[in-house]
């Protein structure tokens, strides 16, 4: 590359570095693209390291495979003032083939999900393992509108703001569409 070339090249990098750190991506690292968490019809335990919590969540949908899909998540240090986790737990099972609601007990956040897909039914059962750290979680939640539209829809979730956590979450089945 010449002189002028690389002269013209570099204040557009540099133009391009500025741009990008205003949006605020950094700390989510899902991994490769072909990194799941589970392969289709199978069961998976994904857990975050001690001290982090979920912060964005990935499914990809599929009909072909069972009507499936595969999830990956990301997990982020939770922030100081929540200070350190006292305990963490596995919440109930939610049923396979039903609508089901749930947050974390006792004031906890998500840092982990555990599933198992069941053919029967072509659907899976969750479990939540929720941490719950020194100083308490506020309590202003609400439904994301970050979620599929339609059962077939890819998803991809992030929590833009630090101090927003995952602290449960709603599903929905239909016998018809599974």
């Not at 991994?31 to 982090?52: I, K, L, M, S, T």
């Not at 990301?74 to 922030?79: H, L, N, S, T």
């Not at 506020?138 to 829809?153: I, Q």
Request: charged residues 15%; proline residues 4%.
């Amino acid at each position: 590359m010449d002189l002028i070339s690389l002269c013209l090249f570099l204040p557009l990098v540099t133009v391009a570095w500025g741009q990008y750190g205003d949006y605020n991506y950094g700390p989510y690292n899902y991994g490769d693209n072909d990194e799941w968490a589970n392969v289709y019809r199978q069961g998976f335990n994904f857990q975050c390291p001690h001290g982090q919590v979920i912060v964005a969540v990935r499914s990809v949908f599929s009909k072909k495979e069972g009507s499936d899909r595969l999830w990956n998540y990301a997990c982020m240090p939770a922030a100081q003032s929540l200070g350190e986790p006292t305990e963490c737990w596995w919440e109930e099972i939610n049923r396979a083939g039903t609508q089901w609601y749930q947050t974390c007990s006792n004031n906890g956040l998500v840092a982990g999900f555990q599933s198992q897909y069941f053919p029967s039914v072509l659907d899976r059962e969750w479990q939540f393992y929720c941490c719950r750290f020194s100083r308490r979680c506020p309590y202003s939640c609400w439904l994301t509108t970050e979620y599929p539209g339609h059962y077939g829809e890819d998803m991809d979730m992030m929590m833009y703001s630090y101090d927003h956590y995952i602290r449960g979450a709603t599903t929905t089945f239909s016998a018809v569409d599974r």
